[in-house]
């Protein structure tokens, strides 16, 4: 069975303290990684997908990179509005169920 | 372009009744699934749909039932409520299920609280 863990559980830094949250995966065939963005009441907001081992890719202070049992979400010189919980999930291979890891709670504080 | 709109937002329901959630996908998508949220589980799978079809299920109960409409419009169901029921529905579409590439965007779930 799939499985997919996220470190650390909540994290706390200081506006502009850079950091990185790590999703470490077991999966019996990688059809990609996904990392989404979750607001307080809100649903998952995509962010990333990742599909082999070197990629990476970049949105604003946001960096995704893959290896082949870990994903991480590099966070630089982050803001305030970057507070967030952030999931990372696989797909099932085959079909489109997606299994979540637990999130890292991050607060950016001013 | 809209994204997934799910209705209604927020509803409390009594322990015993039942339910039904309401999801429109992105336009063009035809795979919806659905999932639920607590603050203990996180998120968890509950059933996918597909050109009307039930695909894949996660591991609830028969309480928890769903459709999917030639519009690929979807519902769920959960029939007499328990208060662990109380939870975050989340549905989500995608346009190519089971293809490398393919995106799944979530709406912005349906808050059920059961008194």
């Known amino acids: 069975e799939d499985q997919v863990t996220q470190s650390p559980e909540a994290l706390r830094l200081q506006e502009g303290e850079s950091s990185s949250l790590n999703c470490s995966y077991t999966?019996?065939?990688?059809?990609?990684l996904f990392w989404y963005r979750q607001d307080p009441g809100k649903g998952p907001e995509f962010l990333f997908t990742l599909y082999s081992a070197g990629e990476e890719k970049e949105k604003e202070r946001l960096k995704a990179t893959l290896t082949k049992k870990e994903s991480f979400l590099h966070i630089t010189a982050p803001k305030p509005e970057d507070s967030a919980t952030y999931l990372c999930a696989v797909p099932n291979f085959g079909n489109e169920k997606l299994t979540f890891g637990t999130g890292t709670r991050l607060t950016i504080i001013p | 372009k809209a994204g997934v709109t799910q209705t209604p937002r927020y509803l409390i329901k009594t322990r015993g009744q039942q339910v039904t959630l309401s999801c429109s996908p992105i336009s063009g998508h035809r795979s919806v699934s659905w999932y639920q949220q607590t603050p203990g589980q996180g998120l968890q799978f509950l059933f996918e749909y597909f050109s009307e079809t039930q695909r894949n299920k996660g591991n609830f109960p028969g309480r928890f039932s769903g459709r999917q409409f030639s519009n690929s419009r979807s519902e769920m169901n959960v029939s007499t409520l328990e208060l662990g029921d109380s939870a975050l529905y989340l549905c989500a579409s995608s346009l190519d299920p089971g293809t490398s590439g393919n995106t799944i965007y979530f709406g912005e779930g349906s808050w059920l609280t059961v008194v």
């Open positions: 999966v019996s065939g990688l059809r990609g």
